[in-house]
């Protein structure tokens, strides 16, 4: 049998070093997760939210670009429960280039309570982002506006594929009043 060489001092050997690495990992993942299901800035999420009634499909009228929906046409999100009590999250678009459909099916759990438009949202694993109900339509459930975890993330969902332009409007007025860059939004393609 080998001996283990010696350590020069001052070095962090093996079983001295992965305590600390596992400590340091650990807390850059909870900062992380914390980080991404974060309230952005002078966004507040509805209240007397009815889960209910924001079930079913809702279409994306408009969308601050990302990689993951580039490029995308005809995207709708459609929205079930699932048996843990969550929210089984379906988001589906189009891709001309690639003549294809693509899917993306996620869950959704609120993330104080059942009656606040603020659930946090997973596609990959463990890993979740905010997702913030800042508008909605209280009687009809007919539009709503939706942030992710910081301004970069942006939403305007209809039940329609074409949405009114006084409510459209409307929406991105009170989305540039929070801090958003209105001016980056992308219309999508419904037809």
Same mark, same amino acid.
């Given at each position: 049998?080998?001996?283990?060489?010696?350590?020069?001092?001052?070095?962090?050997?093996?079983?001295?070093?992965?305590? $600390?690495?596992?400590?340091? *990992?650990?807390?850059?993942?909870?900062?992380? *997760?914390?980080?991404?299901?974060? *309230?952005?800035?002078?966004?507040?999420?509805?209240?007397?939210?009815?889960?209910?009634?924001?079930?079913?499909?809702?279409?994306?009228?408009?969308?601050?670009?990302?990689?993951?929906?580039?490029?995308?046409?005809?995207?709708?999100?459609?929205?079930?429960?699932?048996?843990?009590?969550?929210?089984?999250?379906?988001?589906? #678009?189009?891709?001309?280039?690639?003549?294809?459909?693509?899917?993306?099916?996620?869950? $959704?759990?609120?993330?104080?309570?059942?009656?606040?438009?603020?659930?946090?949202?997973?596609?990959?694993?463990?890993?979740?982002?905010?997702?913030?109900?800042?508008?909605?339509?209280?009687?009809?459930?007919?539009?709503?506006?939706?942030?992710?975890?910081?301004?970069?993330? *942006?939403?305007? !969902?209809?039940?329609?594929?074409?949405?009114?332009?006084?409510? !459209?409007?409307?929406?991105?007025?009170?989305?540039?009043?929070? #801090?958003?860059?209105?001016?980056?939004?992308?219309?999508?393609?419904?037809?």
């Amino acid at each position: 049998a080998h001996e283990p060489l010696p350590e020069r001092e001052g070095s962090i050997g093996p079983q001295q070093d992965r305590p $600390a690495t596992m400590k340091y *990992l650990a807390l850059a993942l909870l900062l992380c *997760l914390l980080g991404c299901t974060g *309230l952005p800035e002078n966004v507040t999420p509805v209240g007397d939210f009815r889960l209910e009634k924001y079930l079913g499909t809702w279409y994306e009228i408009a969308r601050l670009d990302h990689s993951f929906e580039r490029g995308l046409t005809r995207v709708t999100a459609d929205y079930s429960l699932r048996d843990d009590g969550g929210v089984r999250v379906l988001n589906r #678009g189009y891709s001309a280039r690639d003549s294809a459909w693509k899917e993306a099916e996620g869950k $959704a759990y609120f993330v104080n309570r059942s009656d606040q438009g603020y659930l946090k949202v997973s596609f990959f694993g463990p890993f979740y982002g905010s997702y913030v109900v800042l508008a909605l339509d209280h009687e009809g459930y007919q539009y709503s506006l939706v942030s992710g975890p910081d301004k970069s993330y *942006l939403w305007i !969902l209809s039940r329609r594929p074409k949405l009114d332009k006084a409510v !459209l409007e409307a929406l991105i007025a009170k989305a540039a009043t929070a #801090g958003f860059d209105t001016s980056k939004l992308i219309f999508v393609d419904q037809d």
